[in-house]
């Protein structure tokens, strides 16, 4: 197929093709099989398309007819011409309908929807109008007067029908719709199709107006009953119920609610209201409890998804549950059983409350009812500690008694007081209330089906002991001790330094384990508990080297209060290891820091060994070693302490001790210092037992001037007072670049001293007398500026390295070069000026000689930064003769106001004079005592500013320090750092500030 012209092009033989594949210029394969139709769609309207049928043999290699093929032109109409069918509202809503229709030959389709009257607008045609299902929604096109376009689609469904739904619409109004069916043109423009298109109108649904009558409860036991009505005129109804009351609250418009014939399980209104079922004549309601009030209404409604209630005059009618409950509690069942506690469960069966009774050894035997053993109207008083309770029949206690129960809500307790390895028996009894008297079910423990019983022990000793001991991972201050579990729930061990075990645990307490030894419970004299819980292993850690210790794991069963194996009948696991004499582990990662001129800190990772031993040696690795049982005096000052050689070569012992941090001193500049850390213990056998086969190691260069100077100092370029240096950096950590103005470089930097550069000439620190640091860093290119023109300046440049405060510089032979700027400015200045005479400012200058200079411009600033033009004057043009200037500014500004002035040469280029201030007139104004400055700014400001406030700001504009100003004198404190450019701001911004800059160093 081909767009516009004929098909100018055949397949190839044995080549395949796939669908919208294109062959030579513009012709695509649309059609692929073995059939004679085929559909294309969405082709642009009024558009010629040319096709050709090419018949072949073959699947996967075709060969292709040889004569011509059928061909055929067909030309697109120029819209739809078939309008979308059937439309209609299938299901109305209190706020939504939903309608169907059959899809027209269009390739997609508006749809138009309006409030109250038919839809009279119509699409046009290359407009492209947005649809939301939500009438009037955001995006959605008006076509005016409230007609929204609703939707705009395509054919999403190919077996010929849509169905959609519109939603944010009033109740009780009609909605109008119309389908417009479209296509594309060419260009992609739709083209609509809107003669005779399809319409529909529906209106959503108001609130019954008729509500349910006749509401009755029939069947009414102790739990449930059932419910008849007659329907009014909604589509439904839903049933509500509530508990010792009426029903107070109504269903919400447009809200759909779950409901349950299980009271209590469906949709809550209103806190204590519940949605029963939604049925037409009728309904079954159960798990109510007994001998309770229960209140029920009956509201009709219209829709479905968006439901609309009559609130209005619902049916109602209310009654009482029968007196005796009739269903038993039920699923019994015992958890967390200890020595002295049990723990129960259940789940309620329909009494208002219920009592649980508890006997030890045999079963409960009371009865309840009308003449049973716990009376009606009676209150028992309960205890959960067992004894405490009543005691209804001997031995018989009540332990719970629970008046506030919510039917199938499961309930539970812990039975305390009890004695361990003994059967405890249980009953509970379901009872009612009627006007507050109790109405206790009619059951016997004797018919075990109307009531909930059962029994459980409380923990019973373990008869199976741990055993196959074992011990892992044994070094000198800790062991893994490993066994297989015996029968009890959970087990502890108890260790003994030197010694068997001779204490073990008693009944019913709960002791606190540590595996750090000597930090757990103790029980007896030097017997501690390392491990309580249900594994098979523990870890102990603070032992002591070279020293036995026995152990004896003990089974119980019981968390809190565990009853523990009868030592007699079944005797406890017991093992017993010795740790070793020395460390197994060796100190690590040696750190240097603080390194000053004579010494720094040491520090380490410790490793397992009671102490450790540092030994140091100056210029070559350490070769000595410690000898068990030896002490090794030590001392941080280097050669003080102990050399641990045989040979004197110098070993010291810089630290014994516990830690893992020494300040080492008496150290020399330049020198290399190794370092060992050896672990050991002192058992008291042999006195000292050193790890020596696994130390720390390491090793410092100290701190020392540079071997090698920089070289190769050459000025790159130099322009307009900027400078730019390079060179080849030498040995040092970092270098520092001097220049002075006029004459070498005659002064060097001093070790421990750390200089503050600035590449604005003349701002950084002074070495000597006019040699300045405009550079310290660690690459190997500067940038000086704020150089004069046509004239010398010398550099100097320094390498030095630094740990800490010690700072050692190489003074000799440094790198040196000088160079002398010549003046590329077209004018030579002599003077500047600006006074304020009648209200105005005469700005006057003078210039020695110009070369081509076109004019000179006059520009005025508040703030010394940002300036304006006042007035241009042409220049005279003179060569080799003095030239003198005037502009006046017109309007004179409050404050101190700053001008300089523009030379523009003949070809574009320009340049700045210096700049001059003018104040306002009263003396003083705002006036620096010193520039450049250092740490401390002193000015001096006129009456006027007294009171005021002032800030300091960066050259970025950022604040550095502000406050008040208290007097005519004022001298503040700069944060530190801080070298280069900043600017004094004084006043208040409407009354004219005053803007100074200064330079630090």
Not at 73 to 95: C, H, K, M, Q
Not at 695 to 722: D, K, W
Not at 949 to 957: K, L, P, R
Request: aromatic share 10%; net charge neutral.
């Amino acid at each position: 197929m081909k767009k516009g012209a004929p098909v100018d092009a055949r397949p190839a033989d044995l080549a395949t093709y796939g669908l919208n594949a294109q062959i030579g210029n513009g012709n695509y394969v649309v059609y692929i099989g073995s059939g004679n139709v085929f559909d294309v769609w969405r082709l642009p309207t009024s558009t010629d398309y040319y096709f050709a049928v090419f018949e072949y043999n073959g699947s996967s290699r075709p060969v292709y007819q040889a004569v011509p093929p059928a061909t055929s032109v067909v030309t697109t109409n120029e819209r739809p011409t078939i309008n979308s069918s059937s439309f209609a509202v299938e299901r109305r809503e209190g706020n939504q309908l939903d309608f169907r229709y059959k899809l027209g030959n269009g390739s997609a389709r508006i749809i138009v929807a309006r409030e109250g009257n038919p839809v009279t607008a119509v699409p046009t045609d290359g407009t492209v109008y947005t649809g939301n299902l939500s009438f009037g929604g955001t995006g959605s096109s008006d076509l005016g007067g409230g007609q929204y376009v609703i939707y705009n689609g395509s054919n999403v469904n190919e077996s010929g029908t849509n169905l959609l739904s519109l939603k944010s619409l009033q109740r009780n109004t009609t909605y109008h719709f119309t389908i417009f069916e479209y296509d594309l043109d060419s260009q992609g423009r739709p083209v609509y199709l809107v003669t005779n298109a399809a319409t529909t109108s529906g209106t959503t649904y108001d609130e019954p107006t008729v509500p349910a009558t006749g509401l009755t409860a029939q069947a009414i036991t102790d739990n449930g009953a059932s419910f008849q009505w007659n329907p009014g005129n909604g589509t439904g109804r839903i049933l509500l119920g509530r508990k010792g009351g009426p029903v107070n609250a109504s269903p919400a418009d447009l809200v759909n609610y779950p409901s349950s014939i299980n009271f209590g399980s469906g949709s809550v209104l209103n806190g204590d209201t519940y949605v029963l079922s939604e049925s037409q004549t009728g309904s079954t309601v159960q798990r109510l409890q007994c001998a309770t009030e229960y209140h029920f209404a009956v509201f009709e409604y219209i829709g479905y998804f968006g439901k609309l209630y009559l609130d209005a005059d619902p049916a109602r009618v209310n009654f009482v549950t029968a007196i005796r409950p009739t269903i038993a509690a039920s699923s019994l069942a015992f958890g967390n059983p200890d020595g002295n506690s049990i723990g129960l469960s259940w789940a309620n069966g329909n009494g208002r409350g219920r009592v649980i009774l508890a006997r030890k050894g045999s079963p409960v035997t009371a009865t309840s009812g009308a003449s049973g053993d716990l009376k009606d109207a009676v209150v028992y008083e309960a205890n959960a500690v067992f004894g405490q309770g009543a005691e209804i029949k001997p031995g018989e206690f009540v332990v719970y008694n629970d008046s506030a129960g919510t039917v199938d809500t499961r309930n539970s307790l812990t039975v305390k007081g009890l004695e361990g390895n003994k059967q405890y028996y249980f009953a509970v009894y379901e009872y009612g209330q009627l006007n507050g008297v109790l109405q206790y079910a009619t059951v016997s423990p004797a018919t075990p089906a109307t009531l909930l019983t059962g029994n459980a022990f409380t923990s019973r000793p373990p008869t199976i002991a741990a055993r196959q001991p074992s011990v892992s991972a044994l070094a000198n201050r800790s062991l893994g001790l490993n066994w297989v579990n015996g029968s009890g729930e959970i087990r502890i061990v108890v260790a003994k330094a030197g010694g068997p075990v001779d204490a073990l645990p008693a009944d019913l307490a709960d002791y606190n384990a540590s595996a750090a030894f000597g930090t757990g419970a103790e029980i007896g004299s030097g017997n501690f508990v390392v491990y309580k819980g249900t594994g098979s292993s523990v870890s102990l850690t603070n032992l002591l080297p070279a020293t036995t210790y026995h152990f004896a794991v003990i089974e119980a069963n019981g968390r809190l209060a565990p009853v523990f194996q009868n030592a007699s009948l079944t005797p406890p696991l017991a093992t017993s290891a010795t740790t070793l004499e020395r460390p197994t582990k060796a100190a690590s990662a040696i750190v240097f820091s603080n390194t000053g001129a004579t010494g720094f800190t040491l520090s380490w990772t410790r490793g397992n060994g009671g102490k450790c031993l540092v030994v140091m040696r100056e210029g070559t690795s350490l070769t000595a070693k410690p000898l068990d049982g030896q002490v090794y005096p030590a001392n941080a000052v280097l050669g003080a302490g102990t050399d641990i050689s045989t040979d004197g070569s110098r070993q010291y012992a810089v630290y014994n001790g516990t830690g893992n941090t020494v300040d080492v001193t008496g150290l020399q500049p330049g020198s290399t210092y190794y370092v060992t850390v050896f672990e050991f213990e002192e058992p008291a056998t042999i006195g000292t037992a050193y790890l020596t086969l696994s130390t720390a190691n390491s090793l410092a260069q100290f701190v020392a001037a540079p071997l090698v100077q920089s070289s190769g100092l050459h000025i790159r370029s130099f322009s307009n007072g900027v400078l730019q240096l390079d060179w080849t950096n030498g040995s040092g950590q970092k270098r520092i670049l001097l220049a002075k103005e006029g004459a070498a470089v005659d002064a060097v930097p001093t070790d421990n001293v750390s200089y503050a550069a600035n590449n604005l000439f003349g701002t950084g620190q002074q070495v000597g007398n006019g040699n300045f640091v405009v550079f310290n860093g660690t690459t190997s290119t500067a940038t000086v500026s704020n150089l004069k023109p046509n004239t010398a300046y010398h550099f100097a440049l320094f390498e030095y390295n630094a740990f800490g405060a010690a700072v050692l510089y190489r003074t000799t032979d440094p790198a040196r070069t000088a160079t002398l700027q010549e003046s590329t400015l077209p004018v030579a200045w002599l003077s500047v000026g600006a006074t304020e005479k009648d209200g105005k400012v005469l700005v006057e200058w003078a210039t020695a000689q110009e070369t081509g200079v076109d004019s000179y411009t006059v520009e005025k600033s508040r703030d010394g930064i940002l300036f304006s033009a006042v007035a241009t004057v042409a220049a005279t043009g003179r060569a080799t003769q003095p030239s003198t200037y005037s502009a006046n500014d017109p309007v004179r500004s409050s404050g101190s106001v700053y001008y300089r002035i523009k030379e523009v040469d003949v070809d574009g280029r320009f340049s700045y004079s210096k700049i001059v201030r003018v104040s306002s007139g009263v003396a003083g104004d705002v006036c620096l005592l010193q520039n450049p400055v250092h740490g401390t700014l002193r000015f001096s400001v006129s009456a006027d500013l007294v009171g005021k406030g002032y800030f300091i700001t960066d050259a970025t504009g950022r604040p550095v320090a502000s406050g008040q100003i208290g007097g005519s004198l004022m001298t503040v404190l700069l944060p530190a750092p801080g070298a280069g450019v900043y600017y004094l701001v004084c006043g208040e911004e409407r009354g004219g500030q005053r803007i100074i800059p200064f330079v630090r160093y």
